[in-house]
Structures are given as C-alpha cells and as structure tokens.
C-alpha cells in the first residue's frame, strides 16, 4: 500500500522526469553512453552503475546489480511539502517517512544514524539515513538519500540489501550519482 500512496503523487506536476533516454556524452572526442532526463526543458546527463539493470515504471526508476540478487537502488521524485524537512529531525516521523521509500513488506524500522554529504547536485548535498528492517523476518538494511532537488521537489536515492551487501551497493549507487550533470 506504500507504494500506491506516491502512484497518486502527479508525475505531471514535477519538473524532473526520470523517465529514461538513451543518449551520449560527448567528453574529449568520446561518445559516452549515458541515461537522459528531462528537466524542465533542460537535459539531465546520468551514467547508473555498470551491469545494473534498469525498469522504469510510474515516474520510479529502479536498478539491480546483477551479482547481488537482494540488492536494488531506486531515484524517485517526491513533492515537497511545507515544513516537511522537520519530519526528517525526528526519529519517529522520519522512520515514518522512510518507511514509504521501502519495500511494501517492510517491517521493524530501527533508525541507525544520518550522514552529509556523500554526494552533491550542484550546491545542494545529499542527507543520507540508514536504517535496518526486516521482510518476513530476514534482516535489511537500506541506505536513504534525499536530495531537497528544488523547492516543490525531493529527488530519493534509496538503496536497499542484505547487511552484507550494502556497502558495495552503496559505493556503486554513488559513484553514480556523480555524473548527474545538466547539458
């Protein structure tokens, strides 16, 4: 049911579209295969992580490694709302919000600690919250990104696995999210 909550947010509304395109990036004489986004009329350059697959559905991109069965990396757009950036402060409301980011089968959020700065989008830097939970009783841990995009919008790197495997898909997720340029 989480999961339908954001399927009614209007996509429309939105100025970043993460529906994907296939295009190039020209860098010193190379075409680089890359991912475009529309953003309000002005292009997004994007390269996800190497060997990843991508779907793409109800303005949700969604990526899987694929030596890491459990692992998933997902960009979303969210509107903001006003004073929505005080429910992040506290542990309670910021579980409940995170807990629609996560998997619908998500259970026993336990907040584990937030991080600045792992990557940024031009002067705006991302707030990382980890958080542990489990689905049918096997433990996970996901790694939350939000990125105040603009002022309506919230861009939502949320990556998800095994305890074990994390770190490596975090480490990917990232690097990846340092070549989001606007062209």
């Known amino acids: 049911m989480r999961i339908a909550i954001f399927a009614l947010?209007?996509?429309t509304c939105l100025a970043l579209d993460l529906t994907p395109k296939a295009a190039f990036k020209e860098q010193e004489?190379?075409?680089i295969p890359v991912i475009a986004f529309d953003d309000s009329g002005r292009t997004i350059h994007w390269r996800p992580p190497s060997n990843w697959r991508m779907t793409h559905e109800n303005g949700i991109l969604s990526l899987s490694p694929k030596n890491r069965s459990q692992a998933s990396m997902i960009l979303r757009v969210i509107t903001r709302n006003a004073g929505d950036r005080e429910l992040l402060g506290q542990t309670e409301s910021l579980l409940a919000y995170c807990s629609k980011?996560?998997?619908n089968?998500?259970?026993n959020l336990t907040y584990r600690g937030t991080s600045e700065g792992a990557f940024s989008i031009g002067e705006r830097s991302a707030r990382e919250y980890l958080?542990?939970?489990?689905?049918?009783?096997?433990p996970n841990r996901a790694?939350?990104?939000l990125l105040d995009y603009s002022a309506r919008e919230r861009l939502a790197l949320i990556i998800t696995a095994a305890p074990k495997d994390l770190e490596a898909?975090?480490?990917?997720?990232?690097r990846s999210m340092f070549s989001w340029a606007p062209q």
């Open 9 to 11: 947010l209007p996509v």
């Open 169 to 174: 898909a975090r480490d990917e997720a990232i």
């Open 101 to 103: 980011l996560l998997p």
């Open 131 to 138: 958080i542990d939970y489990t689905i049918n009783e096997q």
């Open 143 to 145: 790694s939350i990104f």
């Open 29 to 31: 004489g190379f075409k």
């Open 105 to 107: 089968l998500s259970q």
